[in-house]
C-alpha cells in the first residue's frame, strides 16, 4: 500500500473554506441573523360594534411592543412591509374571491352587513363615517352585534389582508434569498382558514399558503414544510396542498372528534392526502384539552421529525398561532412561552435553519406577546429555558393520537417503519366539550 497520496482535492477544498481570516479582521459580509417584518397599518381592521371581539388590533401592537421592551427588534434586521398583488392572490385565491374582498373598500353597511352573513366567525365593520356608535342607539349596536355573532368586515379588510400577505412573502423572500437566516412576521389578519374561494375564521387571504407557493415558485424553494401549531386546523393551507408531493403540510390541533371549529373529518389523522399527496399531509388530532408542553414534542419527536428529516424541506414555514398558549381562552391548552422556544429549536435544524414563523391566531394578548417573543429570541441564537415541571410525560390522549398518526403514515414514510408508540397506563378524566 502506499504511502503517499494525492493532495488536490484537499488543498482546493481549503481554498475553498478559507481559513486564512485572522481575529482582527472583518468579514466581508455580516449577516443579520433573524429578521422581522411589521406594519401598524395593519391595526385599522377593528370592530366597531363589540369593542371586546378577540380578534384585536392589539393582537399585532402587544407582541411588537413587546418586542421592544425585550430588545429583540433592534438584534433583529427590520425587513420592509408591503402590498401583496392581485397577482400573487391568484396563486391561491379565485378572482371572484379576491374582487369580493376588493369591493369592501368604502362598501355601504347594509352591503357589509348582508357579505358578513356568508361568512364563518369573520367580522365586518365600517369606519369611515357611514356608521357610526355616536350616532346609532347602543341597543340597534348590541342587536347588530347579536345577529353577527363573531363576524364583522371594515372597509380596511382588504388593505389590512393585502399588507399580512404582503407582508408575510417579504419575510419568505428575505430567508430564501439568504438576505437573513431566518425571520417572524406579526401580521393580522390571520390566514390558514382562508380557502380558494372564501373567507373564513377571522382569515380572509391565506398567507403561508401564498408564501409556500411563491416561494417554489420565483426563489427556489422546491420543497417546503409547513407547520402549523395553531390550536385550529388549518383547512384552508391543506387543501390546496392536498395532492402536492412537494409541500408537505403538518397540523397539531384540537379536534374532538370533530367538535371543535372547524368541525370537519378532514382535519382527523386518516386523512393524509390525496393522489401523489399521499403522505404528505400530516394532522396530529387532539381529542383532549390541556395538551402541554411534554405533548406537543412528543408529536415533534415522534413523528414531525423523523419526516422531515427525510423529506428534506427547503425552508421551513411556520403558522404560529398563539392559541395553543397557556391561558389562551380558545385553545384551553398549556404551551408555554418556554415550550415555544424548544419547538421553534427543533425547527431550525431542519432546512438549513431557514425557518419563518407568521402570527396566525392567540387571544390572550399576553400569552401573544410573550410565545412570539419567545420564538424570536430562540431565532435570535438565544438558548433555549428549561422547561418547568420535573416530569415532561405526554398525556395518554396524546400518545393515543400520535400511534394513530404514526400507524396511518407507515406507507408512506421509511422512517416509520419500524417505529411503535407505548401508550402511558395513566387515566385521564373526562372534560368538558367545548367546541371553539
Known amino acids: 500500500m502506499s504511502g503517499t497520496c494525492d493532495s488536490s482535492g484537499l488543498e482546493a477544498k481549503l481554498e475553498k473554506l478559507d481559513i486564512s481570516q485572522t481575529g482582527d479582521e472583518k468579514p466581508a459580509q455580516v449577516k443579520k441573523r433573524a429578521g422581522l417584518v411589521?406594519?401598524?397599518?395593519?391595526?385599522?381592521?377593528?370592530?366597531?360594534?363589540?369593542?371586546?371581539?378577540?380578534?384585536?388590533?392589539?393582537?399585532?401592537?402587544?407582541?411588537?411592543?413587546?418586542?421592544?421592551?425585550?430588545?429583540?427588534?433592534?438584534?433583529?434586521?427590520?425587513?420592509?412591509?408591503?402590498?401583496?398583488?392581485?397577482?400573487?392572490?391568484?396563486?391561491?385565491?379565485?378572482?371572484?374571491?379576491?374582487?369580493?374582498?376588493?369591493?369592501?373598500?368604502?362598501?355601504?353597511?347594509?352591503?357589509?352587513?348582508?357579505?358578513?352573513?356568508?361568512?364563518?366567525?369573520?367580522?365586518?365593520s365600517e369606519v369611515s363615517g357611514q356608521?357610526?356608535?355616536?350616532?346609532?342607539?347602543?341597543?340597534?349596536?348590541?342587536?347588530?352585534?347579536?345577529?353577527?355573532?363573531?363576524?364583522?368586515?371594515?372597509?380596511?379588510v382588504y388593505e389590512c389582508a393585502l399588507l399580512a400577505c404582503g407582508c408575510t412573502l417579504e419575510a419568505v423572500e428575505h430567508v430564501a434569498t439568504n438576505k437573513v437566516q431566518n425571520a417572524v412576521a406579526i401580521v393580522r389578519p390571520p390566514g390558514h382558514h382562508a380557502d380558494t374561494d372564501s373567507a373564513m375564521g377571522y382569515c380572509y387571504f391565506n398567507n403561508i399558503a401564498i408564501a409556500a407557493k411563491i416561494a417554489q415558485q420565483k426563489w427556489g424553494m422546491k420543497k417546503v414544510l409547513i407547520v402549523d401549531w395553531d390550536i385550529h386546523h388549518g383547512n384552508g393551507t391543506q387543501s390546496l396542498f392536498e395532492s402536492d408531493p412537494s409541500v408537505l403540510y403538518f397540523s397539531t390541533h384540537v379536534y374532538q372528534h370533530a367538535r371543535f371549529y372547524p368541525f370537519s373529518t378532514i382535519a382527523n389523522y386518516d386523512v393524509v392526502g390525496e393522489g401523489p399527496g399521499k403522505g404528505f399531509n400530516i394532522n396530529v388530532p387532539w381529542n383532549k384539552f390541556h395538551m402541554g408542553d411534554a405533548d406537543y414534542l412528543a408529536a415533534f419527536q415522534h413523528v414531525l421529525l423523523p419526516i422531515a428529516y427525510e423529506f428534506d424541506p427547503d425552508i421551513v414555514l411556520v403558522s404560529a398561532g398563539f392559541d395553543s398558549a397557556r391561558g389562551d381562552p380558545k385553545g384551553h391548552c398549556d404551551i408555554t412561552p418556554e415550550g415555544y422556544c424548544h419547538l421553534t429549536n427543533l425547527l431550525m435544524s431542519l432546512a438549513g435553519g431557514k425557518v419563518v414563523i407568521v402570527l396566525e391566531g392567540g387571544y390572550n394578548l399576553t400569552s401573544v406577546e410573550e410565545s412570539m417573543c419567545s420564538?424570536?429570541?430562540?431565532?435570535?441564537?438565544?438558548?433555549?429555558?428549561?422547561?418547568?415541571?420535573?416530569?415532561?410525560?405526554?398525556?395518554?390522549?396524546?400518545?393515543?393520537?400520535?400511534?394513530?398518526?404514526?400507524?396511518?403514515?407507515?406507507?408512506?414514510?421509511?422512517?416509520?417503519?419500524?417505529?411503535?408508540v407505548s401508550i402511558p397506563d395513566a387515566e385521564e378524566k373526562d372534560e368538558e366539550e367545548i367546541t371553539r
Not at 356608521?131 to 380596511?156: A, C, I, N, W
Not at 424570536?376 to 395518554?396: H, I, Q, W, Y
Open 38 to 124: 411589521y406594519d401598524e397599518r395593519m391595526k385599522k381592521h377593528a370592530n366597531i360594534w363589540d369593542k371586546d371581539h378577540m380578534e384585536v388590533p392589539d393582537r399585532l401592537g402587544r407582541p411588537y411592543n413587546k418586542h421592544i421592551e425585550y430588545g429583540l427588534l433592534e438584534r433583529c434586521y427590520r425587513i420592509p412591509s408591503r402590498f401583496a398583488t392581485e397577482d400573487e392572490l391568484s396563486t391561491f385565491h379565485s378572482k371572484k374571491h379576491i374582487d369580493k374582498m376588493k369591493s369592501t373598500q368604502g362598501m355601504k353597511t347594509r352591503d357589509l352587513f348582508n357579505l358578513g352573513e356568508e361568512y364563518d366567525s369573520i367580522y365586518m
Open 131 to 156: 356608521l357610526r356608535t355616536d350616532v346609532k342607539p347602543k341597543e340597534f349596536l348590541t342587536q347588530l352585534g347579536d345577529k353577527y355573532e363573531s363576524d364583522y368586515m371594515s372597509e380596511h
Open 375 to 420: 420564538c424570536t429570541s430562540t431565532l435570535l441564537g438565544d438558548p433555549c429555558p428549561r422547561l418547568e415541571g420535573g416530569s415532561l410525560v405526554p398525556s395518554r390522549s396524546a400518545m393515543e393520537s400520535i400511534k394513530n398518526v404514526i400507524n396511518a403514515h407507515k406507507p408512506y414514510w421509511k422512517c416509520l417503519e419500524f417505529v411503535d
